[in-house]
């Protein structure tokens, strides 16, 4: 449980400067990330299974991939969170995370869109529903 607390921390950290500057600080997720490796080589995450590790880092990957076919509408910062997340995490709750937190931005900006409150072009930023996606996890 305390890892998910440490991985909340840093999580949170880059859903509020998303959410206030529309940019994820790199330095705290590198951060993060050099954090769960280290708490991984020291033994304090269970086994190191490199292979887990390695799949764990897909849907980063696939975010990286993502942004770089949308030229950027999904934010490179956005892959190297949820690269974060799946140190953190094994696959299927880096998953749930990001499907919880699809699912979340979807439906809000489903309804902001019905109720004329922005503009099919506007951006929204995706690191806080990856917070609330955590939200989820937890529950579960």
Known sequence: MWVEIFLFFFLAVCAVFDGLQKQIPLVAV???????????????????????????????????????????????????????IGLFLDLPRCFLILLAGLLLESTVALVLLVFHKIQRDKEIPFCPFLLLGMGVMLCF
């Open 30 to 84: 590198w951060l993060g990330m050099l954090a769960a490796i280290c708490l991984r080589a020291g033994g304090m995450m269970g086994e190191v299974n490199v292979l887990s590790v390695a799949f764990s880092l897909v849907p980063g990957a696939a975010f990286f991939l993502l942004g770089f076919v949308t030229r950027e509408k999904v934010g490179y910062g956005d892959g190297w969170v949820l690269m974060m």
